[in-house]
Every structure is written in C-alpha cells, then in structure tokens.
C-alpha cells in the first residue's frame, strides 16, 4: 500500500539551474496538491491539480514555477533558474476527493531542495 | 496575513500526563480543522479533523475540541508518550487555501519528556 512518493529526496541545484520535482499520489488519489515549507514557517500551499488540470495555482509564484499532472506518469514541479530563496522542503500532497473533512491529504516525505 | 496561528512554538510534557496545543484562526469561512503530526525528514501525517459543526471529535488518545466563538481549537493528547514527540500543525480548509486545500499553522515542536 504505497503512499505518495516523492522524488528525489535531496536535490542540490546552482543558481541558474532548473529544478524538477516528481510526486506519484497514492493510488486511487486524483487530486494532487504542492506546498512549500520554508525553515521555521508552516506548510503553504502552492498548487492544485486533477490529471491535466491545473485547478487552482494562487499559491505559485507567478514567474519561474510551474506545475503539471499528465494523463500518465507523476505530477512534476519545476522551478527555473533557481535562485537561493527557493531553497525549502517541497511536499506533495493527494487525495480521493475533494473536501478536506472526510478526504484528508495524504502527504509524501517531500523533497529538500537546497540551491548553492 | 496569517490566517491560522499557533502561538507556541514548543511544548514540553512530561510522559503520562496531558498534552494540550493550541491553535486559532481569523478566517470565518473555514469549515473544517485538521491537525497533523510530523517528524523530522518525514511529511505530515493526518492525525484528526473536526467539523465546524461539531465542538468535539475524539479518537483514541487524540480529543480535538473547537469553539467557534472563540475562533480557537485544541489538541488534547492523553495520556502523553514518547512517541508524540513531533510537530504538531494545525491545518484548516474551505477559506480559500486553494481549492479546498489547507492553510496551516506554523506548527507547535512537543517534547515529551521522560
């Protein structure tokens, strides 16, 4: 019974570079969601996604960053040319449905991107 | 803005004995609460929820209380054990945070002690 996976785990970029992020939901989960946590902040919410959709991206900042969720394969989050505020652990998150109280999400272990 | 707030950023409990954190919110239009729990290197993990329409949800040792009026809930943990020691977030949806997803807390670091 996998849960959602996430990779990699640790990245490392220089400044400049490009980012991706992959995250597979639990099976049987459609909706798919990113979050960001800096050092000593909470979790925020990035973007949400159903397979090839981008529902909801009020969270994403507006250059940069982009997300996708293919009929096949994982939901990717790139982030181009880097820079060092970008440096946080990425958490990807899925669910059965939507509505939170009775479909909580279902949180990966993330990944920690650290830009030198 | 923040929405959801946990005033504390650690609690330390002795093992045993109960563990209450604390979190309150501004945004009326939240309709549900969440709480997680988290351990280093590792995501969140779903520990209990409540309804806006309830008051109090219980599940093992895990009691969530919520007062509306007061925008504030809680997280009691009883009796208290080594394990627990974690992260706790408070999370809340249906204010906006993304298409029913959440808006969480900064967290609360409890330590049990031993």
């Known amino acids: 019974n996998a849960g959602v996976m996430q990779n990699p785990r640790h990245l490392v970029r220089r400044r400049g570079q490009e980012a991706r992020l992959r995250c597979s939901p639990m099976?049987?989960?459609?909706?798919v969601y990113w979050y960001r946590q800096l050092p000593e902040e909470g979790l925020k919410f990035m973007v949400y996604l159903q397979k090839e959709n981008i529902i909801d991206e009020s969270g994403m900042p507006k250059e940069r960053f982009s997300a996708e969720f293919p009929k096949e394969g994982p939901s990717i989050l790139r982030i181009q040319q880097v820079v060092r505020g970008d440096s946080a652990a990425y958490f990807c998150?899925?669910?059965?449905?939507?509505?939170?109280?009775?479909?909580?999400?279902?949180f990966g272990n993330g990944t920690r991107l650290t830009v030198t | 803005d923040q929405q959801v707030k946990q005033n504390s950023p650690s609690l330390s409990v002795q093992e045993g004995r109960i563990s209450i954190l604390n979190c309150d919110y501004t945004n009326s239009m939240f309709d549900y609460f969440l709480w997680y729990k988290k351990y280093p290197a590792e995501g969140p993990t779903f520990l209990i929820s409540?309804?806006?329409?309830?008051d109090k949800n219980e599940d093992g040792r895990f009691t969530v209380f919520l007062n509306k009026s007061a925008k504030h809930l809680s997280l009691h943990i009883v009796p208290s054990q080594p394990g627990d020691s974690a992260v706790y977030f408070c999370a809340a949806s249906g204010g906006g945070g993304g298409a029913d997803g959440l808006t969480f807390g900064k967290g609360t670091h409890l330590i049990i002690q031993p």
């Open positions: 409540i309804s806006s329409i309830k």
């Open positions: 998150a899925s669910s059965q449905r939507l509505g939170q109280g009775d479909s909580p999400l279902h």
């Open positions: 099976k049987g989960h459609s909706h």
